[in-house]
């Protein structure tokens, strides 16, 4: 006789005795689930339960496999929310044991298959008995893949990815699920009208994660929830979309699709009458989605950005430049004009 164990071993009984008592001695397998994060505000590529992602972004996962000894039937399973898309051709299979390592050949160690699955996964891969014949106490099968956060995704929303083992006649072990994100930046610009404030329409911004507030990020503007107010989201790979956006008259407009990390807010031209920022704001969206401004800590609700009237400044090339070179002249008149004065006076 044939009996299936629990941990999915195979053990081969020969005794006519009508109680016979099995004891098991392999322990079953499990698996872990990780997300990278490649955040600047956490450390660059770090490996954990959860991450944020841009719009677009290309999320990486790895899922390790701990085997055991008298493995059977070995199919990993992989479902990802909706929002999540599976790369083509990004799955990847390796094997460890102590300080060997080697990429396994799919077809020939395990099969992967990608569409038509009922349990609605993005991917299974079922492992060739033959190579599971071959697996030791705590040996490692290392799986990796990406996926994209598509633009549908709503921020500080937890979009999962969970994986888990099929063996044995119909075991599973442990199901081990990552979490990513992303979220948005609402921006108000205004004026002080006394203590009121004002909206301001007609000012224009880019966002870039570069401090000099080069290389702006792609934007694709959507249609607003309040339709006095401008929606924007980050841009996919390969999409046209506009780098600058112009306040409407509600003043609002929010950014969508972001991964926590630094940004720049950097205002390329100002409302008519008004000046214009001297320097981008610096807004930091945390992992867990909150907002600060500059140097206060104090978290937001949105990005406020005030801006004050008065004559403009040379550095911005507007009116205000001429009329400092008209004063200059009439000045420089006035003393030409008192100095053949004096002359005159002098000579006679």
């Not at 999915?8 to 392999?26: F, H, M, P, R, Y």
């Not at 301001?200 to 966002?207: N, P, S």
């Not at 934007?219 to 401008?230: D, F, H």
Request: net charge negative.
């Amino acid at each position: 006789y044939l009996v299936d164990s629990s941990a999915g071993a195979l053990c081969s009984l020969n005794t006519t005795d009508t109680d016979v008592t099995i004891q098991e001695k392999n322990d079953v397998p499990s698996v872990k689930k990780e997300v990278q994060e490649d955040s600047k505000v956490n450390a660059t590529d770090e490996w954990g339960k959860s991450n944020t992602a841009d719009i677009g972004q290309t999320v990486n996962f790895q899922t390790t496999i701990t085997a055991q000894p008298g493995a059977q039937n070995y199919v990993l399973h992989d479902k990802m929310d909706e929002r999540l898309t599976l790369t083509d051709g990004s799955v990847a299979v390796k094997f460890k044991s102590g300080e060997t390592e080697k990429n396994l050949i799919e077809n020939t160690e395990y099969t992967l298959t990608t569409s038509g699955l009922a349990d609605g996964c993005a991917f299974e891969i079922t492992f060739i008995q033959s190579f599971c014949n071959t697996l030791a106490k705590d040996d490692k099968i290392i799986v990796t893949y990406s996926a994209t956060l598509d633009d549908g995704a709503v921020p500080k929303t937890e979009y999962k990815n969970e994986t888990w083992l099929k063996y044995g006649d119909n075991n599973e072990t442990n199901h081990d699920t990552t979490k990513t994100k992303t979220f948005e930046m609402p921006v108000f610009k205004y004026t002080k009208d006394g203590t009121k404030e004002k909206a301001l329409e007609g000012a224009i911004f880019t966002l870039s994660k570069d401090q000099n507030g080069t290389d702006p990020i792609n934007l694709v503007k959507t249609s607003a929830e309040n339709a006095a107010e401008g929606t924007y989201r980050v841009a996919k790979t390969g999409e046209t979309g506009v780098t600058t956006v112009t306040t409407p008259s509600s003043g609002k407009f929010t950014i969508k699709g972001l991964d926590a990390d630094t940004y720049y807010l950097t205002e390329t031209k100002q409302p008519a009458g008004y000046n214009k920022l001297k320097e981008p704001v610096t807004v930091v969206i945390a992992e867990d989605g909150t907002i600060t401004v500059g140097t206060n800590k104090t978290p937001v609700d949105e990005v406020k950005v005030l801006n004050n009237t008065g004559t403009i400044l040379p550095t911005t090339g507007g009116n205000g430049t001429s009329l400092i070179y008209f004063l200059g002249a009439v000045l420089a008149l006035v003393s030409g004009v008192v100095l053949i004065t004096k002359q005159r006076m002098k000579n006679s």
